[in-house]
DNA sequence: TCTTGTTACTTTACAAGTAAAATATCTGCT
DNA sequence: AGCAGATATTTTACTTGTAAAGTAACAAGA
């Protein structure tokens, strides 16, 4: 973003800056709520003008949703005492089905080692993995649920689906289909190229 | 997000689970690479048939996005020796034009009042702001941008646009459109409403 | 005027992540 | 065999954020 669109700050009027107007849901009956990023990208153009905004309004969104996502969907993980880089280290293993080794793990989740090996540490104590060395390459371990870690898994899951459908509740179904599919583009992209542009 | 959705883990397949397929750039023709997102839900699906994973499909991709979109926007910060909430909060005194206290400016950039203090500590030292005391209420105080953390603001700014704008460069116009106006809505229903949710 | 409650901000103790260095082990070549 | 260079993971030192307590100052009623 800009300016201002991490966690913290955030920016961008309604639906100005980009490019068409909302396709779908842009002015329906009782939709238009303000958002925090529509004042902030309309405090930005009384003091800059010439500057083009419209990066904002998605970046900026994106950020704050991460944000305010995150908080609130942390409360069940919380609940049985896990945060959520915990909560994906555990899930990374679940999905897959078989063991991995820390650093497929620090891949998989998009962390560093160091923090994988952190977390394993406590995780392990917690007897929610398990880790055993490779006998052909001493260098590597393989990581493992145990019982009472995929039993956690499996349990929050659930809960967490649940609570994340009552969180999108306010779109429609159409509306989400969208959203998800314009997401998966721009994320596409982003995977795909960020490193170029990072270069 | 669900299971895995944080900066770390990811989730979800395609455009599925929400509602409608793609409104607007859905299946034309280079465009569907896949992302991680898809990937980690069809895992999910394999593991636990029965759950509708729906949620990830946009939950997770917010949350990879930010996350991506965050390591890739730092960089122009970190020339200027910045970090993102240090320019959130130089921002928003930059944004509304005049002094504010660190009240207000822990509520305008969405983190605690302690980092606030922090934050404003080592900006005061590096002479970006100063602070003044109120006269009236003692317990109060005033932060004001210097005319050196104005200048580095302005420098900034679009120097961070343009990268926004080369980032986001492989939506074109209509769905960047589309997706802002979506985002917008997700947000406004968020800010609206998640602090009922949470209750 | 005391004193109770609130507000504004700061301090402290602590949890968690990161980058860079450290360890240990493997691979391939000579 | 022996060594140079890669790999896999851990360790260390440090940065930053947070929660909770602490400090200071204001407001309003008894």
Redesign the interface.
Known sequence: ????E?????E?P??A??????????DTPG????????T?VR??R???PG?????????G?????????????D?PLRREGLT??E???L??L????HELTPGELAR????SGAAVTKRLKQLSERGLVERRGDTRDRRVAHVRLTDAGRDL??G???V??AY?????S?????????????????????????GA??A
């Open positions: 973003m800009t300016a201002t991490g966690p913290a700050a955030a961008g309604a639906a800056g980009g490019g068409a107007p909302a396709t779908a849901g842009g939709r238009s709520r303000d958002d925090t990023v529509a902030v405090q930005w009384a003091v800059h500057l083009d905004t419209g990066p904002m309004e998605i970046i969104r994106i950020n704050r949703c991460a944000a305010l996502l995150q908080q609130a969907e409360a959520r880089p909560f994906d280290l899930g990374a679940r999905r897959t089905g998989e989740t998009f962390s898994v499996d929050i899951l659930p967490q689906l994340e459908t009552a969180v999108l306010g779109l429609d179904g159409p509306e989400r289909g969208e959203l998800a599919a314009l997401l998966g583009e721009l994320l596409g992209q982003l995977e795909g190229r960020l542009l990072r």
